[in-house]
Nanobody
Framework: QVQLVESGGGLVQAGDSLRLSCAAS????????MGWFRQTPGKEREFVAS????????YYSDSVKGRFTISREHAKNTVYLQMNGLKPEDTAVYYC??????????????????WGQGTQVTVSS
């Protein structure tokens, strides 16, 4: 099992950038893929991006492709989500999650094993 803690959310204006961080502890960081999801009230949790344990494969939803970048720093057991060109529709609670089966192309919440508590991102127009 792994413990995940997100940080870096906040209130920004449209067009601004933010970098979210997700610090992992517990299970060996190199042994699992990681993903980012987001959720707004009344809606299902939405896939944003994922990265393989080796960093060799990354996958993005169409809504963020070209604007967001997922990366991971093994020395710090941390995965990042760099968000550029933010839009009001990016407003949500963002969650990181661990995928022990290393599927990478895992876009459904049930495919992930452990989750962080979330961090709020609000983009004003």
């Amino acid at each position: 099992q792994v413990q995940l803690v997100e940080s870096g959310g906040g209130l920004v204006q449209a067009g601004d950038s933010l970098r979210l961080s997700c610090a992992a502890s517990g299970r060996t960081f190199r042994s699992y893929a990681m993903g980012w999801f987001r959720q707004t009230p009344g809606k299902e949790r939405e896939f944003v991006a994922s990265i393989s344990w080796s960093d060799s494969r990354k996958y993005y939803s169409d809504s963020v492709k070209g604007r967001f970048t997922i990366s991971r720093e093994h020395a710090k057991n941390t995965v990042y989500l760099q968000m550029n060109g933010l839009k009001p529709e990016d407003t949500a609670v963002y969650y990181c999650a661990a995928d022990y089966r290393n599927k990478v192309v895992a876009t459904q919440p049930f495919e992930y094993d452990d989750w962080g508590q979330g961090t709020q991102v609000t983009v004003s127009s």
